[in-house]
């Protein structure tokens, strides 16, 4: 069994089936679907980082080959700013989440300032959402490359 560097971060028995490797890049790199009754498969990712794990390991990454192609995340949390970097295939979206941004840089462009979105190519919508006591700002973005700098 791997060796778990997130003590706060350990998987719950059962609660993210497919096991350790599922949990891995669920929980810890921040990579996860949505399955309903009008998308399934990678259709709609999900990237949102555990906050255990942004505060205790300081950085992680996932990815995976979905049908639609490769998907990851790649991120680094430094004192108070977080850095995530994530790509979405063609023929997805997804909402990415930032824990604790107060403000938010998307490739050199302020799209997050005061609690206003600013729009930009590919980013369709932003809101707060609240998980664990911890508000985040959360994109709507398109397939693309995305590059986000956050102030937490």
Not at 12 to 18: K, L, M, N
Request: glycine residues 12%; contains cysteine.
């Amino acid at each position: 069994m791997p060796h778990i560097l997130c003590p706060r971060c350990a998987p719950p028995p059962s609660r993210f089936g497919g096991g350790i490797g599922t949990w891995t890049y669920k929980a810890l790199g921040g990579l996860d679907t949505v399955s309903n009754t009008t998308t399934t498969g990678w259709r709609h990712v999900i990237v949102r980082p555990l906050e255990a794990a942004l505060q205790t390991l300081g950085s992680g990454a996932a990815s995976i080959t979905t049908r639609f192609g490769p998907t990851s995340v790649a991120w680094t949390l430094a004192g108070r700013t977080l850095e995530l970097n994530t790509t979405i295939p063609t023929g997805s979206t997804a909402d990415v989440y930032l824990a604790g941004a107060t403000r938010v840089v998307e490739s050199d462009t302020v799209v997050w300032a005061n609690g206003v979105f600013t729009p930009v190519a590919g980013i369709t919508g932003a809101w707060t959402a609240v998980r664990s006591n911890v508000t985040s700002v959360v994109f709507a973005v398109g397939s693309g490359q995305y590059a986000f700098t956050a102030t937490v």
